[in-house]
């Protein structure tokens, strides 16, 4: 769950013990046309990076934004995410999150705009 900008659900795939996918879709509750956000990114990990006995762990990544307004026009762009995640104890299967993203629109006019969010996420079990 991402609150912010956009408000929704977020999903992530770890593809190995650094590197993640994420996917968001959600909805602007800062503008007036309730546009319809989507975005995929791919993350790296910094879990070295703080010191802790707790487990924190910073991320940045690049990924691609799809925004759909009300008036059936869309815009695309890249997406420059960094954000910081804090995993409280070893054996629950929680994160919590804050991210910032800057977004280089590039379709269908060229501009810049920028997404921030903060949520929770809960890691279902995989057999892989």
């Given amino acids: 769950m991402v609150f912010g900008e956009p408000f929704g659900i977020d999903a992530k795939r770890w593809i190995n013990d650094k590197n993640a996918f994420e996917l968001a879709i959600g ?21 070295e990076l ?14 691609l934004r799809y925004t759909a307004h009300k008036d059936e026009s869309a815009n695309q762009g890249i997406r420059f995410v960094g954000g910081i995640m804090w995993y409280p104890y070893y054996k629950i299967p929680f994160e919590f999150y804050a991210e910032v993203a800057p977004v280089v629109v590039a379709y269908p006019y060229f501009g810049m705009t920028f997404d921030a969010g903060a949520g929770f996420r809960y890691y279902f079990k995989t057999n892989d």
């Fill in 50 to 63: 703080i010191h802790s006995r707790e487990r924190f762990a910073l991320h940045y990544g690049i990924g």
């Fill in 27 to 47: 909805f602007s509750p800062a503008t007036k046309d309730n546009r319809l956000t989507m975005h995929l990114d791919y993350l790296w990990h910094k879990l």
